[in-house]
């Protein structure tokens, strides 16, 4: 296939990129890099069934040729990037969205949205299945990013019933791994960071809020299995195995050897949600996928590579 990666040097689109490429398919990666970096992608310079594409996916975008696939991954997507660039995340949630899928629908092309586990606010349902409608405030500070996936959802769903468009969406949950950026504002490199510099990590609230860890790996192994599946409504891709903020630092500080011990601050950000674990029901049912890496395993790979980066 012939495959259209946008957000191509980011964290996730970065590794899509890897995956493609290893089983034989052409890539054509392209990013406006306002959060991307071009380092994510410089070990695949030279390779001939790979193109960089320097754009941004809110302008009108042209590719000359077939496009079997569109992956649509351009977005800021850590709260440290939507709360400074809040009108260029909801624009690339709508404009660029509409681009992407405007494109797929010109080469008839499949097509892939990244959506999030964002749309689903702080959730009244846990764990969270694809059947709930979320709890989102649409004007607070997280409402930028939430609300544009949201958006980019129902654009992806009208374009799959009206111009009959083979649509796939993922609701990605926490993922991690190699090449996200040092100071992002997420939690796992922002613990990685801290207790690499021996330093304490900070954690906000009490640490009783809870997350779910999936290694990078496996995210992209679920989205591979995805696209060519045939199925059209929205699949969670994420490790059900919850644990609180706190015992995440605790681990932390464990692989790492960190001895600063932990500090707490009031809540970051309002509406941070309080809960949050897939129900992965439907992706093990539809594309036999569930998550293969241990958290231990993939937290040492991780910061294997943050020591370099540091």
Do not use: C
């Not at 990129?17 to 890539?27: E, N, P, Q």
């Not at 260029?88 to 992407?100: P, R, S, W």
């Amino acid at each position: 296939m012939r495959v259209l990666i946008t957000g191509g040097a980011g964290f996730l689109g970065s590794h899509l990129s890897d995956r493609f490429l290893a089983d034989g398919h052409t890539v054509i990666a392209m990013d406006n890099l306002i959060t991307g970096n071009t380092r994510n992608i410089a070990h695949l310079a030279g390779n001939s069934n790979f193109t960089f594409v320097h754009h941004d996916v809110t302008n009108y975008i042209y590719i000359n040729g077939a496009v079997d696939a569109v992956l649509h991954f351009a977005s800021p997507a850590s709260p440290i990037d939507y709360l400074k660039l809040p009108i260029q995340t909801l624009k690339v949630g709508a404009l660029g969205t509409h681009n992407a899928l405007g494109l797929a629908l010109a080469k008839g092309s499949r097509f892939l949205l990244a959506s999030t586990s964002e749309i689903y606010g702080d959730p009244l349902e846990h764990p969270q299945k694809e059947t709930y409608p979320g709890n989102v405030d649409p004007i607070g500070p997280r409402g930028v990013y939430d609300e544009a996936k949201r958006y980019a959802e129902a654009l992806t769903m009208a374009y799959h019933r009206v111009h009959k468009v083979d649509t796939r969406i993922v609701r990605i949950f926490n993922t991690y791994g190699p090449r996200m950026r040092l100071a992002d504002g997420r939690v796992v490199p922002n613990f990685i960071a801290q207790a690499l510099r021996g330093e304490a990590l900070t954690v906000y609230g009490d640490g009783a809020q809870t997350r779910s860890f999936q290694y990078v790996s496996d995210l992209v192994e679920g989205l591979y299995r995805l696209l060519m599946s045939d199925f059209n409504d929205p699949v969670n891709i994420g490790n059900p195995d919850e644990m609180t903020i706190l015992e995440f630092a605790n681990m932390v500080n464990e692989v790492t050897g960190n001895n600063a011990g932990i500090i707490f601050k009031n809540e970051r950000i309002k509406g941070d949600p309080q809960t949050r674990q897939p129900d992965i029901s439907r992706a093990s049912s539809v594309l036999r996928w569930e998550p293969k890496v241990k958290l231990r395993e993939g937290l040492e790979h991780t910061i294997a590579y943050f020591r370099e980066v540091l």
